[in-house]
């Protein structure tokens, strides 16, 4: 049976990992879910913002109601090498998706239970007490223009880090396969296996951020829904 899960893992009896090894091997998944079942929503996701998060046709769906936008966080925590893969689509294009890796307190604390709670604005995510990198995918304005290219961003300041022309994803109503890669401090990104971005953090705005949450966000025009499916995220 098909089912949102969270893939655990256990270190072998007697196995001695020394400081700073990771725990997670290489291609192994972390988490995956196809959103064929509504049940564990709640337990697997943390949602900010007001709007609506629900199932539609076997995806998830995020559609912002206020102008400030909503948030969609993976509860648990992914290591400092990460995979992120989604299968991505806008009904209109009157909206903007922007997602988080590597998110965790400029305090080094767990942004969801030891924080106080956010409202979906996105000055929160970039200015706030947030620590993380921000790409940004299909940007239109709620008007509808094309604000072409996607960027990386560094938080907290909301650094531009790397651009790239031309918008990878211009048309609504087109499923498109996400790709994210976190080795260190180097971020790659593609669409439909075409390479958007290719950028290695130096510390230049800060130091080079580590493990954390991810996260999926949505603003635009009140008719704007972004979809999500097929989210697998895999240690490198």
């Known amino acids: 049976m098909k089912r949102i899960k969270i893939a655990t893992w256990l270190l072998a009896t007697?196995?001695?990992?020394?400081?700073?090894?990771?725990?997670?091997?290489n291609g192994q998944v972390l988490f995956q879910t196809d959103f064929s079942?509504?049940?564990?929503?709640?337990?697997?996701?943390?949602?900010?913002?007001?709007?609506?998060?629900?199932?539609?046709?076997?995806?998830?769906?995020?559609?912002?109601?206020?102008?400030?936008?909503?948030v969609l966080w993976i509860r648990q925590d992914f290591p400092a090498d990460m995979q992120?893969?989604?299968?991505?689509s806008f009904n209109t294009n009157l909206g903007i998706g922007v997602f988080f890796i590597a998110a965790k307190g400029t305090g080094g604390e767990d942004i969801l239970t030891d924080?106080?709670?956010?409202?979906?604005?996105?000055?929160?995510?970039?200015?706030?007490?947030?620590n993380c990198y921000g790409f940004s995918l299909h940007r239109f304005f709620p008007g509808g223009r094309n604000n072409p290219g996607s960027n990386i961003?560094?938080?907290?300041?909301?650094?531009?880090?790397?651009?790239?022309?031309?918008?990878?994803?211009?048309?609504?109503?087109r499923t498109c396969r996400v790709k994210i890669e976190k080795t260190g401090g180097r971020?790659?990104?593609?669409?439909?296996?075409?390479?958007?971005?290719?950028?290695e953090d130096d510390g230049t705005h800060g130091e080079i951020l580590a493990d954390g949450k991810i996260g999926f966000r949505i603003r635009g025009y009140q008719s704007c829904i972004m979809y999500l499916d097929n989210v697998l995220v895999t240690a490198l």
């Open 115 to 130: 924080q106080p709670e956010r409202d979906g604005k996105y000055n929160l995510y970039t200015h706030g007490k947030i």
């Open 84 to 88: 992120l893969q989604f299968d991505l």
């Open 187 to 199: 971020l790659r990104l593609w669409v439909d296996e075409s390479l958007v971005h290719d950028w």
């Open 37 to 70: 079942e509504a049940d564990d929503l709640a337990r697997t996701w943390h949602w900010e913002g007001q709007g609506r998060v629900a199932l539609e046709n076997g995806k998830l769906a995020l559609q912002e109601d206020n102008g400030d936008g909503v």
């Open 14 to 25: 007697g196995m001695l990992l020394g400081a700073g090894c990771s725990r997670e091997r």
């Open 153 to 173: 961003r560094k938080n907290s300041g909301f650094h531009l880090v790397n651009h790239a022309e031309t918008d990878p994803l211009p048309e609504a109503n």
